[in-house]
């Protein structure tokens, strides 16, 4: 019964939407992508952290409007900054971080915009991607590790910022899509959208963002591909599809391509970790 009340809520916004483009036009874009971008899951409680963030040194740093919560644990000359994706938190790293821990690495996490202990109602990989050029300048990281959006926003934010990440030399992306399009149309196929409104939300997000959605693609953004990149991606990954992460990989020829199975979206596997932590020591 839920999913059903769920299921008619859904077309009832895109309805609404759709009804809302030909009367009140710009606040129909308005409304869209509010609820486009606003998370609605990913918050920690402070009283229930995991032991791992705990033990971290922990700051909030205010990057525009947003105040951004980090979390630092203390290591050697290796630096290693870890992202996560949308609806999700530092959290997620848990399970990782143990293996990373042991190589005596500085590590770094942080809570994106609207999730974990950060604020904000609104969250986008190209947002994302601002905020991390920040963090990077302050913590100069040797390797980035990006998870879904967060995979997307670390090559999109090196690409767009290199200079903000001198000292970068490893880049891993896990489940990420190459195409900010896809995540376009999903949204507009869910609310069942109609041409007149996709078009419009395809118009702000050009208009906000200064780019052409159509042709914003990770693949593209050679100047990231020099770096040695690890690329891991799930065949039956429910969330973002299989061929995503083919086409990095086939335009990052510096890049190792992993292709899991049966782990989904969240790709939480200890021999992939293991992978991963052999490749941050190569």
């Not at 019964?1 to 809520?9: E, G, N």
């Not at 507009?188 to 052409?212: D, G």
Request: charged share 20%; proline share 4%.
């Amino acid at each position: 019964m839920k999913k059903t009340q769920q299921f008619l809520l859904i077309k009832s916004i895109g309805l609404y939407l759709n009804i809302l483009s030909y009367l009140l036009p710009k606040q129909a874009v308005q409304l869209a992508y509010r609820l486009f971008s606003k998370p609605r899951r990913g918050r920690l409680d402070l009283e229930r952290l995991p032991y791992f963030l705990q033990k971290a040194q922990t700051q909030k740093i205010t990057i525009q409007t947003h105040e951004i919560q980090t979390y630092l644990w203390p290591g050697n000359e290796t630096r290693i900054l870890l992202v996560h994706g949308w609806e999700s938190n530092a959290a997620r790293w848990s399970k990782l971080f143990r293996k990373l821990s042991k190589t005596g690495a500085t590590i770094m996490a942080i809570d994106a915009p609207g999730h974990g202990q950060s604020n904000g109602n609104e969250f986008t990989m190209l947002l994302y991607a601002d905020i991390l050029q920040q963090i990077a300048q302050s913590f100069q990281p040797t390797i980035i590790m990006g998870h879904s959006i967060g995979g997307s926003a670390c090559v999109y934010s090196y690409h767009n910022f290199r200079e903000s990440f001198p000292k970068l030399q490893k880049m891993v992306v896990l489940g990420a899509p190459s195409e900010i399009k896809l995540l376009i149309d999903e949204y507009v196929r869910l609310l069942s959208m109609n041409k007149r409104m996709a078009r419009l939300l395809s118009e702000f997000f050009t208009s906000k963002y200064n780019i052409h959605i159509p042709e914003f693609t990770t693949a593209h953004f050679e100047h990231t591909f020099h770096l040695e990149g690890l690329i891991a991606h799930d065949s039956k990954d429910p969330v973002v599809p299989f061929v995503e992460g083919k086409k990095l990989a086939n335009a990052w020829t510096k890049a190792t391509f992993i292709a899991t199975k049966n782990l989904g979206h969240s790709m939480h596997n200890e021999a992939l970790y293991d992978q991963i932590t052999a490749f941050t020591t190569a």
